[in-house]
Antibody, heavy 121, light 108 residues
């Protein structure tokens, strides 16, 4: 069974740093892109970026480029999303998801349970 | 960036009724690159349809995806109580990947 398990909820002060994780199991972790999606409370889904664990090729949404860093540790089948200078506007639920292709079709077929990040002084 | 516009924002229907959700893209997409997700309160999104019309594993056949070019639809043939949720379309045609703003299907 494919599973993506994310780290637990976090509370930080503005200006602090944070790294959250997403561990994959039940499939070939290195051969499937992993994406990150933000959901501000009460709002829709926003694609942040995507990483290929095999070679760490990473693509960012222009909205998030320079604001976050996506990385991966193949040894632990884990992807990460990192901030160095959190702002209150980063308060949101963050999901990781496996990006899979079947033929010419691509989609996010498995999702983590989400990590709630709260930034407040 | 490809913008996806979903309509209506909210659909108020009764169980057993048919729901038709629209997703319009700002430029033409390959039909292989449009997917739909369902999200219930407090849960992660769940893949329903990929490649415009292929149902994901375990998705009942009352969910039908269709369309081409810039206009795509998700139809729920006869709403079950568990179908009341928010639905998002997403394009995988070009970076940045984008989601529509969502359609909430609520109980009338």
């Amino acid at each position: 069974e494919v599973q993506l398990v994310q780290s637990g909820a976090e509370v930080r002060n503005p200006g602090e740093s944070l790294k959250i994780s997403c561990q994959g199991s039940g499939y070939s972790f290195t051969n499937n892109w992993i994406g990150w999606v933000r959901q501000v409370p009460g709002q829709g889904l926003e694609w942040m970026g995507i990483i290929y664990p095999g070679d760490s090729d990473t693509r960012y949404s222009p909205s998030f480029q320079g604001q976050v860093t996506i990385s991966v540790d193949k040894t632990f089948s884990t992807a990460y999303l990192q901030w160095t200078n959190l702002e209150a506007s980063d308060t949101a639920m963050y999901y990781c998801a496996r990006h899979r292709g079947v033929g010419a079709a691509y989609f996010f077929d498995s999702w983590g349970q989400g990590t709630l990040v709260t930034v407040s002084s | 960036e490809i913008v996806l516009t979903q309509s209506p924002g909210t659909l108020s229907l009764s169980p057993g009724e048919r729901a038709t959700l629209s997703c319009r893209a700002s430029q033409s997409l390959s039909s292989s690159h449009l997917s739909w997700y369902q999200q219930k309160p407090g849960q992660a999104p769940r893949l329903l349809v990929y490649g415009t019309s292929s149902r994901a594993t375990g998705i009942p056949d009352r969910f039908r995806g269709g369309g081409a070019g810039t206009d795509f639809t998700l139809t729920i043939r006869s709403l079950e109580p568990e179908d009341f949720a928010v639905y998002y379309c997403q394009q995988h045609d070009s970076l940045p990947l984008t989601f529509g703003g969502g359609t909430k299907v609520e109980i009338k």
